[in-house]
Structures are given as C-alpha cells and as structure tokens.
C-alpha cells in the first residue's frame, strides 16, 4: 500500500508569495494517477490539479503541478487571499484498488 | 448544473446502521465510477468505497470491508452508502465524489491511464455516540 507523506504540514506566507508543496510516494508511483485538492474551512474538496500537472477546468494558471516517481510539487506562482486553505494529494492505486491522500498541507497567512 | 447532494446522516448508537445517499443531477452519471470518502473532524480526507458504473465492481478501504455496502440505481442517478455495525471512528462528513477517468492513447509507446475526483458534494455528517 502506498503512502504519501505531505510537507509541510504548515506553511505560512503572505499574498503575493510564491507557495510550494511537496508530496512523496513511499514507493515509484504513475504520476497519471496523481491529483492534487484544495479544500477551504466548511467546503467540500476541489480538484486543482490531476495526472500530476494538468490543471482542471476553471483553474487559475498560477497554480501548477509537476514531478514523478515519488516526488510530485504543488506550486502556486503568487498567491492571492483566497489561495489560504489545505491542500491534499491523493493517488489510485490499482493493488489493491483504491485511493490514497496524503495528510494535507495547511497554508495560512503569515 | 452538475452536482451532487448528498442526504441521510445524523446521530446513531455504536453498533448502529445508518444508510447515505447522493443525488446526481447535471451529468450521465451511469457513466462514471463513484466513490464516497470520509473526513474526521479536525482530519483528512479518507477515501471509503467506490462503485463501477453498472455497480459490478466494488472495492473498500479495510476499515470499513464487512460492514460497509456500496450500491447505486442509475434509474434514479443515486449512489448510496449502507453503513453498519458503525464505531465511533466512523464519525466524519462523508462526501459522494464523481471519478472521472479517461485513457490517452500514445501510439507505440502505450497507453496512459488518468483517474480521478472532479465533483464533489458539500457532505452529510455523521456521528456515532452514545
């Protein structure tokens, strides 16, 4: 079973800053399967990133994934107030099937 | 729209049963995979069970195998959630989650699989005590 460990777990920066997150695979994973979330206090996830760097519908370009193997970064260019929140990783693995997250990394102003 | 609701939490006795649903509306829902994942309060996010689009195949986290069914009626566009013999590490909100999956074919060098969980609902909570 795979685990993926996220650092930091807190980061603290202020607005316009330049955020990076990191997310590692306690084994080589596909980075095809690799997804990164955002999640706001009292809100449900929201899909940022998946196959480790295709950013999903309606997100904003400053937000940008990359890595493989075990080490996949969430990178956010110059962060804006609402860009403060958790972010989790999350990998499907197929043996046995099922999904992973990471514990999250907390970004808050600093 | 596209959207999921999710229904059917509340307060249940250790040893309990409690059944969630989610209500699909906006998309083909018998043409995706669902799952449901949990978060603890104060905790992250667990992924629970899924389900194949036609229900054939389901799988679990191993903290739940035994207790916890997964089941949908595409008819109805619903996912649900038969949750039983529930313990106190059960309590969390509970959300329904769309999985999108799609293959890109890459000629010779093969194909790529992507999976992964592009809706979300705003959860229903659950919480087992006595």
């Known amino acids: 079973e795979i685990v993926l460990t996220q650092s930091p777990g807190t980061l603290s920066l202020s607005p316009g800053e330049r955020a990076t997150l990191s997310c590692r695979a306690s084994q080589s994973v596909s980075s095809s399967y690799l997804a990164w979330y955002q999640q706001k206090p009292g809100q449900a996830p929201r899909l940022l990133i998946y196959g480790a760097s295709s950013r999903a519908t309606g997100i904003p370009d400053r937000f940008s994934g990359s890595g493989s193997g075990t080490d996949f970064t969430l990178t956010i260019s110059r962060l804006e107030p609402e860009d403060f929140a958790v972010y989790y990783c999350q990998h499907y693995g197929s043996s046995p099937p099922q999904y992973t997250f990471g514990q999250g990394t907390k970004l808050e102003i600093k | 729209e596209v959207q999921l609701v999710e229904s059917g939490g509340g307060l249940v006795q250790p040893g309990g049963s409690l059944r969630l649903s989610c209500a699909a509306s906006?998309?083909?829902?018998?043409?995706?995979?669902m799952s449901w994942v949990r978060q603890a309060p104060g905790k992250g996010l667990e992924w629970v069970a899924n389900?194949?689009?036609?229900?054939?195949?389901?799988y679990f986290v191993d903290s739940v195998k035994g207790r916890f069914t997964i089941s949908r009626d595409n008819a109805k566009n619903s996912l649900y959630l038969q949750m039983n013999s529930l313990r106190a590490e059960d309590t969390a909100v509970y959300y329904c989650a769309r999985e999108t999956r799609f293959t890109m074919n890459r000629g010779i060098i093969g194909a790529r699989y992507y999976y992964y969980m592009d809706v979300w609902g705003k959860g229903t909570t659950v919480t087992v005590s006595s």
């Open positions: 389900t194949k689009q036609d229900g054939s195949e389901n």
């Open positions: 906006g998309f083909t829902f018998s043409s995706h995979w």
